[in-house]
């Protein structure tokens, strides 16, 4: 019997906002690609808003490393006008150069605001302080889906007990 999707080969994809708070958060098998996760993560994101009106549901910019740098994100992201920040992965500026003057100009990167990206690695370690999420006790997909829910309900109300002190 092999190990399910909550064992020892799982990726948790995380979206966090500004502060390093978890706002959407999509656990996988350890053998999926990271690229194709990134949409539906994004679409899980609803940031309510103060007052009237429907939550929020697409960010100003998205900031990902390298596994997520794909040609199709970034035309499906243009498209929806959110603003992409990657660094392009050597194979894919092997294979625009390999075109010649038809590979098109290599993607904007904005190296100053991809260093923001460490709040996501900030906001991993915090969940890391959870001994179960650390070591991955938990066997079965739904368990460790639900305790990275509550460590991430948990670092919500530290946050806010912090804003209000």
Aim: hydrophobic share 35%; proline share 8%.
């Amino acid at each position: 019997m092999g190990r399910s999707r909550g064992g020892l080969t799982s990726k948790i994809h995380l979206a966090v906002d500004g502060r390093g708070l978890p706002i959407s958060i999509r656990l996988t098998p350890g053998q999926a690609g990271d690229n194709p996760q990134l949409l539906p993560l994004l679409e899980h994101i609803a940031i309510p808003r103060p007052g009237p009106g429907r939550p929020r549901k697409r960010p100003d910019n998205v900031v990902a490393d390298k596994a997520y740098s794909h040609p199709s994100t970034r035309v499906a992201l243009r498209r929806r006008g959110v603003g992409f920040t990657s660094p392009e992965r050597a194979d894919q500026i092997a294979h625009r150069h390999s075109k010649g003057s038809r590979g098109g100009r290599p993607p904007a990167f904005d190296a100053t605001l991809y260093a923001h990206r460490n709040v996501v690695e900030r906001c991993f370690n915090r969940l890391k302080q959870f001994r179960g999420l650390a070591t991955r006790y938990a066997k079965r997909a739904a368990y460790y889906q639900a305790e990275i829910t509550i460590a991430a309900t948990i670092l919500w109300l530290r946050n806010d007990l912090q804003d209000t002190a």
